[in-house]
């Protein structure tokens, strides 16, 4: 036995037991007479403790020689410590050594193993199996896992079955790029890895299993940007004889159960919005709603007035950042050259102050009177000493450049409390989108979302018009989970696919086991699916979904701690049917 | 709403309610007078009444023209049924329908949806969301959904913590083939997906999270037997500062809580057995022992008579089969065929019988008087009426002979039963086993398995002789967990590797990252991990994997639902930059 207690266990009620414990030298204390060691583990740290009053000397000489993270046992008496910690829940004892075996050495690890480490991020990643010894990172690995137990037990509890579906699937060139798997035995043929379970859940709802769900990995070859995995964790669910409604208020009887039982807040019903509404008051359709500074439309107010700008603008729309009148010139130029940068790309920014004394004062005075500024402030219900910021432009760019300075702004004036939570359904998405590059129509969620029965009449004449059942949640201003009301119509997944200009026999040779399915009997039915990784990111009170992972991989997709991908033998690829490409 | 109740809900409680379902229609039943619909769903089936006296004219015309399969919603009043059936929970009542709307129509489904279907495997493959509406495949998901929840419900609650490990991860050539994938952002090079997450386990241990467990997906490129699949799910487990006792203790406290939960049987505690004894006793190194029958040597009392076969055999080995004295010489003739046939690959059978007059009638006769055949009764303890069968050859074949002749004939005599559970733990198992074909030794569990300390001594003279600290679990004649105690010494791993043939290099690039992580203070560790889609079955009673798994894939490694392996698109293969070999 390596022990008999762990080393966050120990307290004034154990003082007087013999015990053993094992686990890893957090810090050695040498004073000469008296040298403490703070053992580590999982679950705490417990202070040992050598003295020469009571110790060996042969044992003083042993612990005195010990590293940091060295491995250890030790046997001894659980004292009363002189000085307590009240910091710990071991801070009243400490164990008076009486036998100790070295389980093993440790080299001087490459940053140190603190809550606030020296290392940076590439070390760190390289050593994750140090970087996790870490409490900021054991304790995400470990609320991962709690937050994974509540929602399948939840899940079980309303009637949900978990079905695993196949990992070694199918190619659809729709959507992101497949990550692929030569088939050995079948040469010149892949397997794709899915890039959710879409169609399996769907053939399950044919099959009869009315409620399934799935915490399920999946896959997508994109570019990476910062905080994109290639594999990620999903909530998958899937159900049957169901309307919208009855999706949304299942999950969020699912988002309250965790909102209550992991942060004690409970809600009464979360409020909805239509994606419509979303755009209009927010420039965005994942609203942090967690703060106002609202979208204020302003072409009636503010155009035909000899402005430019503005008059040959779509829209022209601000923002009412309150208490911040005071705000420098040069507090603002930072702000219009961060507009202006690539990334969000504005051609300049209006500002309008309603100074404390209740002057005006903007960059357009010489276009507007005082009055006119003045039916703006009131209609943006702004007060004294607040500060008006408006963008113009079209109104696809505006909207996100604008929800963007709102957020910034947010971020900065803090309004961002990582211990509020703020959820919003929205719903009514639009059912296609229009691809520039591509000069087609994409599904906006995917293929298999159902338009809403109003809209089916104009789906040959304003097919951008359309709008789908299709819904998301959001909290605190990110995407949680999103899902659709689905077809189950044969004619009208095989008329949404020539809408996203599959050929029939693109449509038969990717999706037809599918459309098959649906000859025989497909039920209504309708699904959602969380990021899982980010949804326990949000829920930890962090938006960094990587400290979530425990072995995630970096921008270039590389796991850097065992480096892959790496190059594979010869023979693999002989045997695999395949060849690299040489330049 | 689509439905107030679901088709295995109403009893006679409900009698005078107006409801609502919807399901899938399973038979109509047309009397002239009245008409009877089975409408099923996932929960069971109602029987709806539509009747001359009591019902809409049009609305009878419309249940006639319904099909099997049709998905229909009817609302309607539940009625005592006039003839009862006892057999299911809505048996009393029926719905007296008022209103009826078709969902979705049907074509004739290719097989019928019945528990004893008129279709073959294969074409219910082809149409598996076909085949799980039938309740004894739905009820094996449902089940495998159920030991999913209950195993980690168990784990969790004894403090272990889910941890996901990565899907894209490293191709390590030793073991099994690695299914590979192409990386597209880092041309000519490829992840492999795992075969087991064995190695980011033990990372796990190092990085101090004392108790990990995972359902995790894990895949194999092997040529496929019957009933392996390329992708298959596991139980994976790893502990820290426990020794081999605390890893059997905990593994066998989850089992016996299923056992319990899902068979309502309690066991006290599981038998133990050497390697070395199961398979002198069984021939096998997962003896079923819910029936004796086991190995009698017999080297002594038969060797040395002049019976050339007998004499120069390395192993005489028997079971006394109870009770089949009676077996006729074209019996005994054709289990002489039975193992004599290339799977097996015995010689010949030697019998004899002791008839229940108390005669003995032998093989051999010829060979050895009645004393020396008495001799050999007595030793197997058979009583009048038994029969004994010995095989003879060199241990290493005639023991796996003999034990698959043992398990035949407990089949054929009904001793498998498959309401009765016998688990047992084989431990001690060799370390290395020798290759014939590649003239090394390999790793009997896996490179990582630790030797038994008292054995070390001799892992240079006598390799083949290592115990390791390495355990399986058996249950009803299945292995259906097995793990090791880890070696947790970068020396003593190292050496391992070597005596596994890995050049230094070759170790380095493949488990470099796991020797380099036992420099910084690696705990003593130990895992298993169960084959969950083998458990599953079992403990329903079965031991065909396939039907526990959703979307399983043929011998081929072939998904004929979706058709997978397919052909991709030429541009896919290019940005991955690999080509396929022409021949």
Not at 153 to 160: A, D, H, I, P, Q
Not at 441 to 469: C, Q, W
Request: contains cysteine; negative net charge; charged residues 30%.
């Amino acid at each position: 036995m390596y022990r008999t207690h762990t080393c966050g266990e120990l307290n004034e009620s154990n003082i007087g037991q013999k015990v053993i414990l094992a686990g890893w030298i957090q810090t050695i204390r040498d004073k000469g007479f008296v040298t403490w060691i703070d053992l580590r583990d999982r679950y705490g740290i417990t202070q040992l403790v050598f003295d020469e009053q009571r110790t060996d000397k042969d044992l003083i000489e042993k612990a005195r020689k010990l590293g940091r993270e060295y491995v250890i046992q030790v046997s001894g008496t659980v004292i009363e410590r002189s000085s307590k910690n009240p910091n710990i829940s071991t801070g009243s004892i400490e164990i008076l050594v009486e036998k100790l075996s070295i389980l093993n050495e440790s080299l001087v690890p490459p940053f140190t193993i603190e809550d606030d480490t020296d290392g940076g991020e590439e070390i760190r990643m390289k050593y994750r199996y140090l970087d996790i010894r870490r409490n900021p990172v054991k304790d995400k690995l470990i609320f991962r896992s709690k937050v994974a137990q509540l929602v399948r037990n939840y899940l079980s509890g309303e009637g949900f079955i978990e079905v695993e579906t196949p990992v070694l699937i199918k190619s659809t060139p729709e959507g992101a790029r497949d990550f692929v798997v030569p088939s050995r035995i079948n040469p010149g043929q892949f397997y794709a890895l899915p890039q959710s379970p879409q169609t399996f859940k769907q053939l399950l709802m044919v099959a009869g299993l009315d409620k399934y769900f799935q915490l399920v990995k999946c896959f997508r070859d994109e570019d990476l940007r910062a905080d994109r995995q290639p594999e990620f964790t999903q909530i998958d669910c899937e159900m049957s004889f169901v309307e919208q409604e009855d999706v949304l208020n299942t999950f969020e009887g699912l988002t309250k159960h965790l909102l209550k039982e992991l942060k004690g807040i409970s809600f009464d019903k979360f409020p909805r919005m239509t994606y419509a509404e979303a755009m209009r008051r927010y420039g965005n359709d994942k609203p942090d709603v967690r703060f106002g500074m609202e979208f204020i439309e302003l072409n009636e107010e503010l155009q035909n007035n000899g402005f430019k700008v503005f008059d040959e603008a779509e829209l022209v729309v601000g923002i009412n950042v309150e208490k911040c009148a005071s705000y420098t010139r040069k507090q603002l130029d930072e702000l219009t050259d961060w507009v202006k940068r690539p990334q969000i790309g504005a051609s300049g920014l209006v500002y309008i102050r309603y100074n404390e004394d209740g002057s005006i004062k903007s960059s357009v005075d010489k276009f507007y009177s005082e009055d006119q500024l003045k039916i703006v402030i009131n209609k943006a219900n702004a007060q004294p000493g607040d500060l008006l910021l408006l963008l113009s432009g079209s109104t696809k760019k505006v909207r996100p450049q604008l929800s963007a300075l709102r957020m910034e702004l947010a971020e900065r004036l803090g309004l961002r409390n990582p211990d509020e939570y703020a959820p919003l359904w929205v719903v009514d998405f639009p059912l296609l989108e229009w691809d520039e590059d591509e000069n087609r129509y994409l599904a906006m969620h995917h293929p298999f979302t159902s338009p809403k029965p109003e809209d089916i009449s104009i789906l040959d004449t304003k097919p951008g018009e359309v709008r789908a059942n299709a819904y998301d949640l959001v909290l605190n201003g990110n995407e949680i989970g999103g899902g659709s009301v689905r077809i189950y119509n044969k004619e009208l997944q095989g008329k949404m696919l020539s809408l996203l200009g599959f050929t029939e026999e693109d449509a038969e040779a990717q999706f037809g086991f599918l459309m098959n399915a649906f000859k025989f009997g497909a039920p209504p039915h309708a699904g959602i699916a969380f990021g899982f990784d980010r949804l326990v990111a949000i829920l930890g009170g962090q938006e960094v979904i990587r400290d979530y992972i425990a072995f995630p991989k970096n921008n270039s997709g590389r796991d850097v701690m065992i480096d892959a991908p790496s190059y594979i033998y010869k023979e693999q690829l002989k045997e695999l049917n395949i060849e690299i490409i040489k330049d």
